[in-house]
Every structure is written in C-alpha cells, then in structure tokens.
C-alpha cells in the first residue's frame, strides 16, 4: 500500500433474505391504515412479509380499532342450543 493512501472501508451487500429498513413514508402509511385495514392488505399494499407489518406494529404500539373489532365480533355469531325432545312415558 502506498503512503498516504486509507484503505477503503469493505461495504457489504444485503443478502437475499435480509430485513428491509422502514422508510419514513411507509411508518406513517402503517400508521394510519392498521386500525381500519387488515393486516394482510397492508402487508401487500406496503410489498412486506405479515410478520414483518405484525412486528412492526407491536414496535410502535398499534392497536386495531373498537370498530374493527365490532366489525370481526358480528361475523361469527353465536348459535343458539336446539331445543331438547320431550320424552314421554311409556306403558
């Protein structure tokens, strides 16, 4: 190595399966789309894995909202018991 000359610093390249950073743009798209969008929509929308959104979003503190939940609630609603058969007395 001649004198005066620094080494340059290696810089390395993500591999395949390395994590994205999350831009600015796409924190505050999260942010206002989780209470009223499921979660698998926004992970297409934002072109990220669901765990990565889920991670995400346990990170900063988000909550689906009330109505999301009403909305999910009403879906699935609960059956009612059949009635039993009377039985009568035999002779």
């Given amino acids: 190595m001649r004198k005066g000359l620094k080494k340059k610093a290696a810089v ?9 950073t999350w831009t600015a743009a796409e924190v505050k ?10 979660t698998p929509e926004i992970a297409k929308r934002l072109k990220r894995t669901l765990s990565s959104v889920r991670s995400k979003a346990v990170a900063m503190s988000l909550k689906k909202g009330a109505r999301r939940k009403a909305v999910v609630k009403k879906a699935a609603p609960k ?9 009568g007395r035999r002779c």
Avoid: S
Wanted: net charge positive.
């Fill in 12 to 20: 390395r390249k993500p591999h395949k399966g390395a994590a994205k």
């Fill in 29 to 38: 798209m999260l942010r206002t789309m989780f209470k009223t969008t499921a």
């Fill in 79 to 87: 059956r009612k018991a059949a009635p039993m058969k009377k039985r």
